[in-house]
Every structure is written in C-alpha cells, then in structure tokens.
C-alpha cells in the first residue's frame, strides 16, 4: 500500500496477498511549491521528501512470529525512584553498574506518571531481568536500594546497603537459570 501526497492510498498486492502498510512517504515538491507560491510568490523552487515507517506493526509482527528468536532485553538493570525525585542517586548507580560492566538504564518518573506494577510489566516485556528501586527513605535514611528480580515464574525482592548492589546484581547475573 502506499500513499500519494494528495491523500490517495492505493493498496498493491504481492502475490495474491493483501499486504499491510509499513511505510508511507514521497517526494513533496508540488506541495510545497504550491503553499510557497501562495505566501511568497513565484521563487526559488525547493524540493521535500517525508517518509513514516510504522515500526509498531514491524515490532509486532516479528513478536507474533514463532520463528522468530527472542530479544535479549536493551540492558540488564533498570535504576529508577519511586515517589521523589531522586536523579542523581540514580545517576550515580547508573554510574556505578555501567563501571562494573552492567548495563543499566534510567527510568526517570519524579512525575509518579507510572506505578510500579507498570515498570515491571514494562522490563518483563522488553526482557530488563532487574529494577532497582529508590525511595526518600532508603536513600536518606537507611542508605539501601530494593532490586526487584523478574524471573520466569517468579519476582524476587531484596533491600540492600546501597554499597552492596554492584555485586549482588553480578551474582544474580552469572547463576541465572
């Protein structure tokens, strides 16, 4: 299927299939050489070229498909804080696997825009094995982060001194079932 920039969508047929749109686009010289000619006047000609590619439905589709191997996750641990802004006591973690050759993301959410439930079905879905969790009172008042471990049938959670999480996240690492 593809899309013309007047609007017109045209589907094309690939061997009796009916195939789904994964990118739509063209040159938009005409386009914008009408709008430029009706605020600027007759000038210079300029040429435009757009494209959208629908990585969702891509994505998707080699999901569905069972031949398909699975990903490993983007990165091994996900260090975020929960209900305070805490940015760079996470950093610092961040800091801290990365040195020790773990890879770890931020999840930035001072906004509590999602729970935790939701970061958790987020990491299980992009395959993240470890959520590093902070809170006001484990950093300042007890100096200990939370790793919550997803596990195939399981959830595993352990508060530690923050001094600890480094090795621990090693060891969980190398006996990975």
């Known amino acids: 299927m593809f899309m013309h920039a007047t609007g017109t969508m045209k ?16 040159r938009y010289d005409r386009l914008i050489s009408n709008f430029q000619t009706r605020v600027l006047g007759p000038t210079a000609s300029c040429s435009a070229v757009g494209v959208s590619i629908a990585v969702d439905k891509i994505v998707n589709a080699m999901v569905e498909d069972e031949d398909t191997e699975v990903v490993p996750g983007v990165c ?16 610092e973690i961040v800091r801290d696997l990365w040195a020790a050759g ?4 931020l999840f930035e959410n001072s906004e509590q825009l999602y729970s935790l439930d939701d970061m958790q079905t987020r990491c299980k879905y992009l395959g993240i094995p470890h959520i590093v969790l902070l809170s006001e009172r484990m950093v300042y008042v007890n100096s200990t982060v939370r790793v919550r471990s997803l596990e195939k049938d399981k959830v595993v959670d352990k508060s ?10 090693q060891s969980r690492m190398t006996n990975k079932p």
């Open 160 to 169: 530690m001194p923050q001094s600890e999480l480094v090795e621990y996240i």
């Open 76 to 91: 091994d641990v996900l260090v975020c804080s929960v209900g305070s802004d805490l940015l760079i006591q996470c950093i």
């Open 102 to 105: 773990i890879s770890s993301q």
């Open 11 to 26: 589907r094309k047929r690939h061997r009796g299939l009916l195939a789904d749109v994964l990118a739509a686009g063209g």
